[in-house]
């Protein structure tokens, strides 16, 4: 995806692309490639295939929600900032967390948040499950790309969920008639499920619109072993 594309395929979801955006995704796309060559934060380094399978794929999200009047949001196992930075670039107002396991990437992360001088954004060093025990009901978005199954999932990121605001799942295929049974334990509901091919590759992505009905039980998330061992 070549920059034409990717300014026209980004309009098609109903964003305008300013010059300060593209400096930015240019900056970005520089950090990942320099720090990728020091510790393992993609496997896609050609730029199209960034711009395309990184930056573009982030910002479908926008095909479920509208971010305009969402105060937070929080990505869940971010890796290299994929799609929290992304959305940020794009929606500057929106107070971001990012959430992963790997210190080296929340490093990385931190760096990317100052060169390209970002504000609001927290960057936090740390497992979700254990993170979701004390940051319950917090966020009007929560979201996670590519990260485990839906039902793990539910269980990480629900309990951050403000009451009647929505988790977004970005995943390749999902069957989710699996998991009826998950979003009754966690008090939510599936509102959109938006199906599509990326454009160029055709590889198809899904992603899943789940809104929190109720509080979340304060017994969920369990410990990790225990959501290993015996998915919701």
Known sequence: MDLKQFILEVNKLGIEVNEEQLEK??????????????????AITDKKEVYLKHFYDSLTLLKVVDLTNEESLCDVGTGAGFPGIVLKIFYPHIKLTLVDSLNKRIN???????????DNVICVHARAEEYAKVNREKFDIVTARAVASLNVLLEYCIPMVKKNKYFVAMKGHEDINLYENSLKILDSRIVNVNEFLLPIENSQRTIIKIEKLNYTNKKYPRKFSEIKKKPL
């Open 25 to 42: 995704l240019e900056k970005y796309y520089d950090l990942l490639i320099s720090y990728n060559e020091k510790m393992n934060l993609t």
């Open 108 to 118: 990385f992360l931190k760096d990317v948040v100052s060169i390209l001088n970002l």
